[in-house]
């Protein structure tokens, strides 16, 4: 089984910034991509980050100039910059990963979010 624990959310002032961090677990297995996701309450899930097959990261057009994604491959963990941050930033971040495994091929994972809530 492969594991995706995030970390870093909080609670944010506007204009203020956070990194949130995803790092996967396991053994035996590869990360095919791996991407970020925000959900409200009431709302689905939103795309917020992710990286192309051909190397490409893409971000949602609310997050543009504001959110960076970077990634330490010896540590398997992917991060989330986010900077001036907006109360309408408020949800869960989830980190979302395919990984490949010998024994059981490819794999969509999902870890369990972290809260970020941007307030006064």
């Known amino acids: 089984q492969v594991q995706l624990a995030e970390s870093g959310g909080c609670l944010a002032q506007p204009g203020g910034s956070l990194r949130l961090s995803c790092a996967a677990s396991?053994?035996?297995?590869?990360?095919?991509?791996m991407g970020w996701y925000r959900q409200v309450p009431g709302k689905q899930r939103e795309l917020v980050s992710i990286i192309t097959s051909v190397g490409n990261t893409n971000y949602v057009d609310s997050v543009k100039g504001r959110f960076t994604r970077s990634r330490d491959n010896a540590k398997n963990t992917v991060y989330l910059q986010m900077g001036s941050l907006k109360p309408e930033d408020t949800a869960v971040y989830y980190c979302?990963?395919?990984?490949?495994?010998?024994?059981?091929?490819?794999?969509?994972?999902w870890g369990q979010g972290t809260q970020v809530t941007v307030s006064t």
């Open positions: 979302a990963s395919r990984v490949t495994q010998r024994t059981t091929g490819w794999t969509f994972y």
């Open positions: 396991g053994s035996d297995f590869s990360i095919d991509f």
